[in-house]
Structures are given as C-alpha cells and as structure tokens.
T-cell receptor, first 119, second 113 residues
Framework: GAVVSQHPSWVICKSGTSVKIECRSLDFQATTMFWYRQFPKQSLMLMAT?????????EQGVEKDKFLINHASLTLSTLTVTSAHPEDSSFYICSAGGGQGAGLRREQYFGPGTRLTVT | GESVGLHLPTLSVQEGDNSIINCAYSNSASDYFIWYKQESGKGPQFIIDIRSNMDKRQGQRVTVLLNKTVKHLSLQIAATQPGDSAVYFC????????????FGTGTRLQVTL
C-alpha cells in the first residue's frame, strides 16, 4: 500500500515550452503533497507544499509563477514548469502525506521522480 | 538557519562489514527523523524512522541512533551487501511544520567486493 506514481518518468522539452508533471497517490488519499527538486549529486530541495483545494505554499526563492502547482483532488497534484529553460533541467520528485487509512504510518510517501531535460 | 548535514560525502565499505552513516542536525525543535535510501534515477526509499523521545530503533539489518544532546543521528547497516550501494539521506521534521521535511546533503555508500 501507499504507492505514489509520477508521470512522465522522463521528459525532454524545448526551451520556452511548458511541461506538466503529474503526481498521484494510487491507493490512499493524500491531503498534502510536496514537490522537490534534485540536481545531480545534490540533496532534495523542497519547492512547495500543496494542500488539496487550496493554494500551494512555496519555499523561499521558488518562483510560483514559473512552477505552477495544482492539487485539485486528494489523489492528484500537478507541477507545471512554464517557459522552461535549460537551467530548469532537474529531477523532480513528489511525495504525498497526510493520508488516511490503515497502515499509513509515515510522514511522506515518495514518487519515483521525473527527469526533465530542457534543450 | 536550519540545516541537516552529513559528515562524509562518500563511504566505501567492504561487503559483509558494518556501515555507519552519520548526520548532524541543527534545529533543536526537530522531533522526528527519517533515513532514506536513493538509488540512481529513483525516488527516496524509506528505511527507518525515529521519534525524538527515543534514542535507538532497530529494523531489519539497520539501526538508527539519535543523540539529541549533540544533535546527531546515525544509521548503522549490518553485514553490508552490494545492494546497499546507494545514496543515503537523513531528514528531519520540526514540530508543528505539518510534515515538512528537511533533507541532509547525502552520503554515497559504495560496497566493495
């Protein structure tokens, strides 16, 4: 149980275009979802926290107009990188938390990540 | 500021030996700690957690030790196997931050045959 999926697993896009990444909790309802960014050989950096039905809370230094987050349901959150540039190339990881259900003991359940390459 | 850091960026261990990965945290308000394993190109995988009211917790081949006095956390892996090769992160949560986690810098564990 407590599986989180991401789609796509990897994406290549051209500079200036927008790309959407989906994060789904497959077998539980998550009231909170988190989006992280990870550069090669570095740690996970929290970008934003989203709660179902409300606006996301962005970490300092993260442009909310560039990284649009939507958390429309208890099982789906999306991250849209708008007007992507090569420096946005990174590994984006989501996690889901605040779930309700038997066996959910942990704070966050992580997705497998999405590799974004902007050319 | 708040930080969670690791002492060693790379740890090389011979197969069968025990591994010890260390982590220091700076925020005394941290009340919950987690160790994650991350393989290349994958998301973090939960290993073990510990709450601040404990100083030791054991799992299968893994033990986490917490020393709140010096704000230090360690992960011990017994009988290290090649499949343990990965990057290990510690993460902490501060009381009242609604599950928000702060990750350490990571240690790469290399298991040699």
């Amino acid at each position: 149980g407590a599986v989180v999926s991401q789609h796509p697993s990897w994406v290549i896009c051209k500079s200036g275009t927008s790309v959407k990444i989906e994060c789904r909790s497959l077998d539980f309802q998550a009231t909170t979802m988190f989006w992280y960014r990870q550069f090669p050989k570095q740690s996970l950096m929290l970008m934003a926290t989203s709660n179902e039905g409300s606006k996301a809370t962005y970490e300092q230094g993260v442009e909310k107009d560039k990284f649009l987050i939507n958390h429309a349901s208890l099982t789906l959150s999306t991250l849209t990188v708008t007007s992507a540039h090569p420096e946005d190339s990174s590994f984006y990881i989501c996690s889901a938390g605040g779930g309700q259900g038997a066996g959910l003991r942990r704070e966050q359940y992580f997705g497998p990540g999405t590799r974004l390459t902007v050319t | 500021g708040e930080s969670v850091g690791l002492h060693l960026p790379t740890l090389s261990v011979q197969e069968g030996d025990n591994s010890i990965i260390n982590c220091a945290y700076s925020n005394s308000a941290s009340d919950y700690f987690i160790w994650y394993k991350q393989e290349s190109g994958k998301g973090p995988q939960f290993i073990i957690d510990i709450r601040s009211n404990m100083d030791k917790r054991q799992g299968q081949r893994v033990t986490v030790l917490l020393n709140k006095t010096v704000k230090h956390l360690s992960l011990q892996i017994a009988a290290t196997q090649p499949g343990d090769s990965a990057v290990y992160f510690c993460a902490s949560r501060n009381t009242g931050t609604a599950s928000k986690l702060t990750f350490g810098t990571g240690t790469r564990l290399q298991v040699t045959l």
